[in-house]
């Protein structure tokens, strides 16, 4: 019975495994902080510049062709072919 209560302080005592959980379950803290930061910056951002990119390219009208603009085949703004 001696030996038994011996074990069991020994085993009580020793913390070496607690360091490594510990260890873990703070990087894994700073892990989960990290992508949630990185997920909403990327999920309001992208998402409001590509609504501005829209935005701006759709109020773009070409007025005048320009010099090699017959070449391409890109048409003015009333639609007509530049020529």
Do not use: P
């Not at 510990?22 to 894994?28: F, S």
């Not at 909403?40 to 829209?54: A, D, K, P």
């Amino acid at each position: 019975m001696g030996q038994l209560v011996k074990h069991l302080r020994c085993f009580r005592s020793d913390d070496i495994g607690a360091v490594t959980i510990d260890w873990v379950a703070l990087t894994a803290g700073i892990l989960l902080l990290g992508i949630m930061v990185v997920y909403s910056i990327f999920n309001n951002g992208v998402s409001t510049l590509v609504s501005n990119v829209n935005s701006t390219l759709f109020g773009v009208n070409l007025i005048e062709c320009k010099s090699n603009a017959s070449a391409t085949g890109i048409a003015n703004s009333e639609g007509q072919s530049c020529s």
